[in-house]
């Protein structure tokens, strides 16, 4: 099991901006998929943006143009940067890593992302 923390979150006005970090507890490059997901209350937990260890990146439809997903193999983090946050983006936001497709996924504790005015 990899140990992940998520950092960064909290309250932000509409239009403002958070960085969200993920350190993970072994070398990122071991890690075949990380990505952040985020559940918001009454919802089910959805796919926010995935980096694969050699760099590719996936966004859903709904953030994409406006989050980053990036890593630093120096520091086992990765991050998204969010921009342009939303009402809408409200949520618990948790760092996930996929090891393999034998293994079980882990996950971070989460972080509250709050987009408020």
């Known amino acids: 099991q990899v140990q992940l923390v998520e950092s960064g979150g909290g309250l932000v006005q509409p239009g403002g901006s958070l960085r969200l970090s993920c350190a993970a507890s072994?070398?990122?490059?071991?890690?075949?998929?990380m990505g952040w997901y985020r559940q918001a209350p009454g919802k089910q937990r959805e796919l926010v943006a995935t980096?694969?260890?050699?760099?590719?990146?996936n966004y859903a439809v709904a953030v994409k143009g406006r989050f980053t997903i990036s890593r630093d193999s120096a520091k086992n983090t990765v991050y998204l940067q969010m921009n342009s946050l939303k009402p809408e983006d409200t949520a618990l936001y948790y760092c996930?890593?996929?090891?393999?497709?034998?293994?079980?996924?882990?996950w971070g504790q989460g972080t509250q992302v709050t987009v408020s005015s």
């Open positions: 072994i070398n990122i490059f071991s890690i075949n998929i």
């Open positions: 996930n890593a996929r090891r393999g497709a034998y293994v079980a996924d882990s």
């Open positions: 980096i694969s260890n050699i760099g590719a990146a």
